[in-house]
């Protein structure tokens, strides 16, 4: 079973930056998408950035323009580039792979937007 790493998280003025990063351990063969998904207080985990191997990347409308989602193959990384960032971006986010069909996550790192 692979396992995530993540870092980056913290505490940030609105429009400033953060960069987030998960590592995945294991070959990195058999990944199929990269993706970042948040989850603020009292409202579901919805997913901010996905990459397909060999493909787009796919952003949710509020982030477009503010977000960037890239990886790493070599070192089975994903990062999220988050800039101009908002009150609103307040949350946990969580990294996926999904590695020969299956879904693993990263443990979260608090993501607060605050002045």
């Known amino acids: 079973q692979a396992q995530l790493v993540e870092s980056g998280g913290g505490l940030v003025q609105p429009g400033g930056s953060l960069r987030l990063s998960c590592a995945a351990s294991g070959d990195g063969n058999g990944i199929t998408h990269m993706a970042w998904y948040r989850q603020a207080p009292g409202k579901q985990r919805e997913a901010v950035a996905v990459?397909?191997?060999?493909?787009?990347?796919n952003y949710l409308d509020s982030v477009k323009g503010r977000f960037t989602i890239s990886g790493d193959s070599a070192k089975n990384t994903v990062y999220l580039q988050m800039n101009s960032l908002k009150p609103e971006d307040t949350a946990v986010y969580y990294c996926?792979?999904?590695?020969?069909?299956?879904?693993?996550w990263g443990q979260g790192t608090q993501v607060t937007v605050s002045s």
């Open positions: 996926n792979f999904r590695i020969w069909g299956y879904d693993y």
């Open positions: 990459l397909v191997t060999y493909g787009d990347a």
